[in-house]
């Protein structure tokens, strides 16, 4: 059974693609919101030290007049975090004659609540000692994302895209909401640990069961798009503590509506590559007919009796472990599968990293972060309108470029007088690494064969969190100069760059399904092929020689096609 064969009879991209689109996007929004509410949960508010002698913690604000005389004044800040003067023995608060000029650390603290009136911060005290904590959690975090990429993939690889999904939505849902109950930071970082780990393949299943059941020509589009509904949860995510303050509620805000996706578990369906894989053609069939009636084409007959191009694994347990194993020991996959994971962890590193260098936007606290969110729409809209005509190959290269040369010429202009064009470069920086992320996802699938795609984007996202997990350190090393940790961002955007000449074109090609495709994949093609100029060149080669058959061998006009039985013919 050739599902692409199939897919192209029935409709690639007909009615049922669309809605099911739709609906496995709705879980990407919501896996956006859960992964920037640490943002706001956990905003670093400002602090001082509370002064017992001059107010009474339940009512104490953050400014207040005594200030001048009982709390040191700090160069960064309005007052000391950490420190306030010793009281005198006679005690008092009118004037400086109650308070030495020796300082002393405090215990009890008061907060600033323009932003929010409650946080992890302020619940926990993530305050001065305690307050390497606020980051740690956020590294942990992003270990989370690489154990529950490398989880999620081998899931879905194993038990189905569907079943991973619905499994995930109850997980998440569980230890989310339990987080907003913690009692201690100890707890509230376990959970969210665990969130992190459950939360991913809310975006990965149906990102690779999207790419799936689309036709040649749609796949990419899809999967880079699927980043824009992301995106939007990011900014979704800015949205709430404009109405909520309290960090608990906002997060059962985040959380509990991750159960309407249960619903799922009644219409949603499995991929019918899969199905195959796992030796259930009746099933996969069943899916392919479901999809002509809704498309309301004639289901092809002719098709179900050709023999599978898939390789049907023997038995559920030993094909992933089986398959990888056959990975390991090509040299030509092994040699994707790291330069696949040297891209991942710059991307990852890159597009991390620039937020946190870059100059802070002037403005509203919440308007700033949700434009940082919606900027990345224009690079996925970007990508999808290009990715066909001009190749996976050229917009990976186009996109690191971007983002390598963006972040060192923002390294390289320290001028006061130009720092709208360093924060501008900056920006191109994150432009071009937010294309290069959505990127990422859909040439890693079209990489990987049937039976190893979600593992094999599984793996490849571990890795980026590693990129992920440095960033901060990086950003770290320049002490408020920006200079050195935006040009090391750079080169490694150039670097991967280069490192994506090695991989082949995957444009308007049938995905691999074995082993052997994967290995045969891209053999004999150019260097940098661009689609829509192969394409051009072989009409009028076509031309020239004055043939005008109704059997001409076109690439597709989508992408370069290689000579394995899959061009288009015309």
Not at 81 to 110: D, H, I, K, L, M
Not at 330 to 339: G, N, Q, T
Not at 397 to 414: C, E, K, M
Not at 421 to 449: C, M, Q
Request: hydrophobic share 45%; aromatic share 12%; glycine share 8%.
């Amino acid at each position: 059974m050739d599902v692409d064969a199939i897919l192209e009879r029935i409709g690639g991209w007909g009615r049922y693609q669309k809605v099911l689109y739709v609906l496995a996007a709705l879980p990407s929004i919501v896996g956006g919101m859960v992964t920037l509410a640490y943002s706001w949960t956990a905003f670093f508010m400002e602090h001082r030290c509370l002064v017992e002698e001059c107010e009474d913690p339940s009512n104490a604000t953050y400014d207040a007049p005594f200030l001048r005389w009982s709390t040191p004044a700090d160069a960064d800040h309005t007052w000391s975090r950490c420190q306030r003067y010793r009281p005198t023995s006679a005690g008092g608060c009118t004037n400086t004659s109650f308070f030495t000029n020796q300082t002393e650390s405090c215990s009890r603290w008061v907060y600033d609540k323009s932003v929010m009136e409650s946080t992890v911060v302020s619940e926990f005290n993530l305050v001065c000692d305690r307050e390497t904590l606020w980051p740690l959690e956020n590294s942990l975090y992003f270990v989370g994302v690489a154990v529950g990429s490398v989880l999620g993939g081998a899931l879905a690889d194993r038990y189905g895209r569907r079943f991973t999904l619905l499994l995930c939505v109850v997980l998440t849902a569980a230890a989310s909401t339990a987080g907003a109950f913690s009692p201690n930071y100890g707890t509230f970082a376990t959970l969210r640990f665990f969130v992190a780990v459950f939360q991913y393949p809310l975006f990965a299943a149906p990102f690779v069961l999207s790419t799936e059941i689309t036709s040649v020509e749609m796949r990419a589009a899809c999967g880079i798009m699927m980043n824009a509904f992301f995106a939007i949860g990011e900014a979704l995510a800015g949205v709430i503590p404009i109405f909520e303050k309290d960090w608990s509620t906002m997060q059962l805000i985040f959380s509990i509506p991750i159960l309407v996706f249960c619903s799922y578990w009644f219409f949603f369906p499995e991929s019918p590559r899969w199905l195959l894989t796992v030796s259930q053609p009746q099933k996969a069939e069943d899916v392919l007919r479901n999809i002509a009636k809704w498309n309301k084409t004639d289901f092809p007959e002719d098709l179900v009796a050709q023999e599978s191009k898939v390789e049907t694994a023997t038995s559920r347990p030993s094909g992933t472990s089986a398959d990888f194993m056959r990975v390991l020991k090509s040299p030509v996959l092994l040699k994707r599968a790291c330069i696949l994971s040297v891209q991942w962890a710059v991307v990852a590193m890159v597009y991390y990293g620039v937020g946190l260098v870059s100059t802070d936007l002037a403005g509203d606290v919440y308007l700033n972060f949700i434009l940082t969110m919606l900027i990345e729409i224009p690079a996925y809209i970007v990508c999808s309108l290009f990715i066909n005509p001009l190749g996976r190959k050229l917009m990976f290269v186009s996109s690191f470029a971007l983002s390598g040369l963006g972040t060192i010429g923002a390294g390289l202009i320290s001028s006061n007088e130009l720092e709208w064009l360093t924060t501008t470069l900056a920006l191109l920086g994150k432009f071009g690494a937010s294309g290069a992320f959505s990127l990422a996802y859909v040439y890693t699938a079209e990489l990987y064969p049937d039976s190893l795609r979600a593992l094999g984007v599984g793996v490849a996202s571990a890795t980026g969190r590693v990129g992920s997990i440095l960033a901060p350190f990086i950003a770290d090393l320049g002490q408020g100069d920006t200079t050195l940790p935006l040009c090391i961002f750079g080169v490694a955007g150039l670097v991967a760059a280069a490192l994506t000449m090695l991989l082949p074109e995957t444009s308007g090609q049938d995905l691999p399904t074995s082993i052997d495709e994967a290995i045969q994949f891209g053999r004999g093609q150019p260097l940098l092929p661009v689609p829509c100029l192969v394409a051009r060149r072989q009409r009028k080669r076509e031309q020239l020689r004055g043939f005008d058959g109704p059997q001409i061998q076109l690439p597709d006009t989508e992408g370069y096609a290689h000579d394995q039985g899959h061009s288009k013919t015309v």
